[in-house]
């Protein structure tokens, strides 16, 4: 996935959105250090840059001049990075989630979200899923989940297609976690299966509970809980899902680090769990003991073991 200008690696990269809110796009772009031109401009890391080819979302280029620049970058022999953004639909045939004609297709022609991210994905070197959507379903995929949306890794399995996945998540993701395990999977190559946790997600980033990094946990250890929204205290009582939860929120922060949800006063939603956000709803209610058991397996990494409940025709 590499190609070489005035001793500079380039390293080919295809963003591709699904069913998606455009909020793990906005997030990144709003990245401070790197900024968005540190990102597609200039060196993300020392001798090496990410030639975004394809991002509907900031690209000049738009009908049939972006779907002639995604054809290019597909056929390339050097390969590609796939970002996927957001779930995929796949009930009625993927009629939920349509993505733009295949530049060889007739026109007026169109093909699902579904195909089209699976056709990608065949040739790419390997795949980050950026967002909880895209990682493991996410909102697009809560119950009852009627346009049938699963995350990447899920429709390559069902699909018998192998290639590496780099699972992002969060609702929306930090900046940093992706610009940062893209950086470094340019330096080292990408992470093995000891950088990364059950879940599929970079340890580098995920891999603490954010109870243990909370400001509150003192509070939680001497049983001052909140009680309404707004007072001192521990926001476990009100739903707060940090204990349970993997991410750094409270040492890095978003919006160039000022802020996060529990510093704002809303409790943890579990964002980045494979369990958000079914189990973690409704938000300001605390998860009960009898829950415990399904977040202890999907957290292994699990996710079969605890199916999403059925669409509503399937019951």
């Given at each position: 996935?590499m190609?070489?200008?005035?001793?500079?690696?380039?390293?080919?990269?295809?963003?591709f959105?699904a069913s998606?809110?455009s909020?793990c796009?906005?997030?990144?772009l709003?990245?401070?250090?790197?900024?968005?031109?540190?990102?597609?401009?200039?060196?993300?890391a020392?001798g090496h840059?990410v030639?975004?080819?394809?991002?509907?979302t900031?690209m000049?280029?738009?009908?049939?001049v972006?779907?002639?620049?995604?054809?290019?970058a597909?056929?390339?022999?050097?390969?590609?990075?796939l970002?996927v953004?957001?779930?995929?639909?796949?009930?009625a045939?993927?009629?939920?989630?349509?993505?733009?004609?295949?530049?060889?297709?007739?026109k007026?022609?169109h093909?699902?979200?579904?195909?089209?991210a699976l056709?990608?994905a065949?040739?790419?070197?390997?795949?980050?899923?950026?967002g909880?959507c895209?990682a493991?379903?996410?909102?697009?995929?809560?119950?009852?989940?009627?346009?049938?949306?699963?995350s990447?890794?899920?429709?390559l399995?069902q699909?018998?297609?192998?290639?590496?996945v780099i699972?992002?998540?969060?609702?929306?993701?930090?900046?940093?976690w992706?610009?940062?395990?893209?950086?470094?999977?340019?330096?080292?190559?990408?992470p093995g299966p000891?950088?990364?946790?059950?879940?599929?997600?970079?340890?580098?980033?995920?891999g603490?509970?954010l109870?243990?990094?909370?400001?509150?946990?003192?509070?939680f250890?001497a049983?001052?809980?909140?009680?309404a929204?707004?007072?001192?205290?521990?926001l476990y009582e009100l739903?707060?899902?940090g204990?349970?939860t993997?991410a750094?929120?409270?040492?890095?922060q978003?919006?160039?680090?000022v802020?996060w949800?529990?510093?704002?006063?809303s409790p943890?939603?579990?964002?980045?769990?494979?369990?958000?956000?079914?189990?973690s709803?409704?938000i300001?209610?605390?998860?009960?003991?009898e829950?415990?058991?399904?977040i202890?397996?999907?957290?292994?990494?699990?996710?079969t073991?605890v199916?999403r409940?059925?669409?509503a025709?399937?019951?």
């Open positions: 996935m190609e070489r200008s005035e001793g500079i690696a380039e390293h080919p990269a295809i963003w959105q998606a809110c909020g796009v906005v997030s990144v709003n990245g401070v250090a790197p900024t968005l031109r540190d990102l597609i401009v200039d060196q993300l020392p840059h030639n975004l080819r394809f991002q509907p900031i000049a280029a738009s009908g049939e972006a779907l002639e620049v995604l054809a290019a597909e056929e390339a022999k050097e390969g590609y990075l970002v953004d957001g779930a995929l639909p796949t009930a045939g993927g009629l939920f989630g349509r993505a733009a004609r295949r530049r060889t297709a007739k007026g022609a093909t699902t979200m579904h195909e089209r056709e990608l065949r040739n790419a070197s390997a795949i980050v899923a950026l909880t895209a493991y379903g996410g909102m697009h995929a809560a119950a009852p989940n009627p346009s049938g949306c699963v990447i890794s899920e429709a399995r699909a018998g297609i192998e290639k590496a699972n992002v998540p969060g609702c929306p993701p930090h900046p940093d992706f610009t940062g395990t893209v950086a470094q999977a340019l330096l080292f190559g990408l000891e950088d990364l946790d059950a879940a599929g997600r970079p340890k580098r980033f995920f603490r509970l109870h243990d990094l909370c400001p509150r946990r003192g509070e250890e049983h001052k809980f909140a009680k929204a707004g007072e001192p205290g521990c739903g707060c899902k204990p349970w993997h750094d929120c409270p040492e890095r978003f919006n160039g680090g802020n949800c529990v510093g704002a006063g943890c939603h579990g964002c980045v769990e494979p369990f958000f956000p079914d189990i709803c409704p300001y209610k605390k998860i009960g003991l829950e415990l058991p399904r202890a397996r999907e957290e292994t990494g699990q996710l073991a199916p409940p059925q669409r025709e399937e019951v």
